[in-house]
């Protein structure tokens, strides 16, 4: 069966420092891979998306960059974070090929990063 | 905008009530998902529906969709308290992108 994993599960970092988020797939090949951000008491909003190694696109503009260099394997990026990078982060997959019109997403647990 | 936008925003039920949320979008679809998030956790899918489907039903879960009103609704029946959390819909065009709207919050009393 297929799992994602995503981590970590909290993050506290100060401004201007970097960050990376990991997402990986398994059991499934060539997915398409998500990162979407949830403010607090809010709806998710789709940050980046990839529908395979090393095409990524970008829906909102930003200090974040996302890159997959493995098939199963997401990363999320800053250089220098502001205060207004602090939410949820989540990741997600879909199957391939159309399936994403067929199936619904599958979500991991989430990053809650905090930047101080 | 394309995303979903639910209604009502928050709704506290008695254990065994039904109940029911609906969601409007504006563009044309190929599908309407729900997904379910209890706190501080990722989202579950619950429910995807297509353009050419009306209802569909998955246990305790009814989701009704009207493209000529650019509507769906959720009713969740018999409610239990692990119903508690918040319930968004999205909406997937032609394209990769699913757009979710901001959710409605269901507290189910015991």
């Known amino acids: 069966s297929q799992t994602i994993h995503q981590w970590p599960a909290t993050l506290v970092q100060p401004v201007g420092s970097p960050l990376s988020l990991e997402c990986t797939v398994e059991?499934?090949?060539?997915?398409?891979l998500y990162w979407y951000r949830q403010a607090a008491g809010r709806g998710l909003q789709l940050l980046f998306y990839?529908?395979?190694?090393?095409?990524i696109s970008s829906e909102v503009p930003q200090n974040l960059s996302a890159s997959r260099p493995q098939d199963r394997q997401f990363i999320l990026s800053s250089k220098k974070l502001l205060l207004s990078d602090s939410g949820f982060y989540l990741c997600?997959?879909?199957?391939?090929?159309?399936?994403?019109?067929?199936?619904?997403?599958?979500f991991g647990s989430g990053t809650r990063l905090t930047v101080v | 905008s394309q995303q979903g936008e639910e209604d009502p925003q928050a709704l506290s039920i008695q254990e065994g009530e039904n109940a029911t949320m609906n969601c409007s979008y504006k563009?044309?679809?190929?599908?309407l998902q729900w997904y379910r998030q209890n706190s501080g956790r990722g989202l579950v899918h619950l429910i995807l529906?297509?353009?050419?489907?009306r209802e569909k039903h998955s246990g305790r879960l009814r989701v009704t969709l009207d493209t000529s009103k650019k509507s769906s609704s959720l009713l969740i029946t018999a409610s239990r308290a692990a119903d508690t959390a918040s319930y968004f819909c999205?909406?997937?065009?032609?394209?990769?992108?699913?757009?979710f709207g901001a959710g409605t919050t269901v507290t189910v009393r015991a």
């Open positions: 529906i297509r353009s050419n489907e």
């Open positions: 059991g499934t090949s060539n997915p398409n």
């Open positions: 997600a997959w879909s199957p391939p090929a159309g399936g994403h019109f067929l199936y619904g997403y599958t």
């Open positions: 999205a909406i997937q065009a032609n394209d990769y992108k699913l757009s």
């Open positions: 563009t044309s679809i190929n599908n």
């Open positions: 990839s529908v395979g190694i090393g095409q």
